[in-house]
C-alpha cells in the first residue's frame, strides 16, 4: 500500500528546500536490514561521511507501517540541525549505518529495521517492534573531533586541549564554509553542548583523552 509521508507543521514552512515523497512499505523493506535510497546529490558530492565524522543533518521519522510522523527536527530543539558523530550511537544504529558515505547537501530516505532502531521495546511514540523510515537532508559533514586529523586542526595552539574558543572557531569556519552561515548565539549552544559531553572533568578544556583519539585514531 502506498503511503505519503506527513509533513510536520514546521516542515511545511521550509517545503520549497525540502521535497516531501510518496514511498512504499513493502515486505522486503520490513526485514533485517537497512535500507537506502539516494533522492539528491549534488554534482560534487564531497567529502563523504564515514564513521567518526561530525555531521551536520536534519532527519524526520516516519512508522513504516502507516506514514505517521514520530519525530521532526525541523520542531524540535528550536529547529536547528542536529549535531552529531557518526558511528559513535550518538544516533541509532540504523542511521548510523544508512548515513555513512554522504556529502553535503545530499537527501536520502532511509528504512530502518527493529533491531536497527527502537527494538522489541519501542520508544515514546514508537512502538514495538517497530520498521521506521527516516527523510535524512545533510548540511556539513567534516572529519570529526574524535579523529586526531581534526584534533590538529582545531588545537590552534598545539597544548594538546581544546578550548571553549578553539571548538567554537572550528564549527563557525566550517558551518560557513559549507555556505550557511549562522549568529553568535548558534555556535556558543553547540560548542556548550559539546562541552557538556565531553569535558569529564569539567575544567573547562577537552583534552586528547577525553577525545579518546590517540587510542582510536579512526572510530
Keep these: 500500500m502506498m503511503w505519503r509521508l506527513v509533513s510536520c507543521t514546521l516542515c511545511l514552512l521550509v517545503s520549497s ?3 516531501l515523497w510518496s514511498v512504499w512499505a513493502t515486505a522486503d523493506e520490513l526485514d533485517g536490514e537497512v535500507k ?3 533522492l539528491f546529490k549534488p554534482e560534487t558530492c564531497t567529502p563523504k ?4 565524522d ?12 502507516d506514514g505517521s510522523q514520530f519525530y ?4 524540535d530543539k528550536d529547529g536547528h540541525p542536529q549535531w552529531f558523530v557518526l558511528g559513535v550511537g550518538q544516533v541509532i544504529k540504523g542511521l548510523d549505518i544508512g548515513m555513512e558515505d554522504m556529502c553535503p547537501g545530499e537527501k536520502r530516505k532511509i528504512t530502518v529495521p527493529p533491531a536497527l532502531a527502537f527494538g522489541e521495546k519501542g520508544k515514546g511514540p514508537v512502538p514495538p517492534n517497530a520498521t521506521v523510515v527516516f527523510e535524512v537532508e545533510v548540511y556539513s559533514v567534516s572529519r570529526g573531533p574524535r579523529t586526531m586529523e581534526a584534533f590538529r586542526n582545531i588545537d590552534l595552539d598545539k597544548d594538546n586541549s ?3 574558543a578553539e571548538v567554537k572557531e572550528y564549527l563557525k569556519a566550517d558551518y560557513e564554509k559549507s555556505g550557511k552561515p549562522r549568529d553568535d548565539a548558534f555556535y556558543e549552544k553547540i560548542m556548550a553542548d559539546i562541552f557538556r559531553k565531553n569535558d569529564q572533568d569539567r575544567d573547562g578544556l577537552i583534552s586528547a583523552k577525553e577525545y579518546n583519539i590517540y587510542e582510536h585514531d579512526e572510530l
Excluded: I
Excluded at 49 to 52: A, E, L, N, V
Excluded at 57 to 62: C, K, L, Q, T, V
Excluded at 72 to 75: A, G, K, L, P, V
Design 17 to 19: 528546500q525540502l521535497s
Design 36 to 38: 537506502m535510497e539516494v
Design 49 to 52: 561521511s564515514k564513521r567518526g
Design 54 to 65: 561530525l555531521m551536520n543533518a536534519h532527519y524526520d521519522g516516519y512508522l513504516a507501517k
Design 72 to 75: 521532526c527536527s525541523r520542531s
Design 162 to 164: 581544546l578550548t571553549k
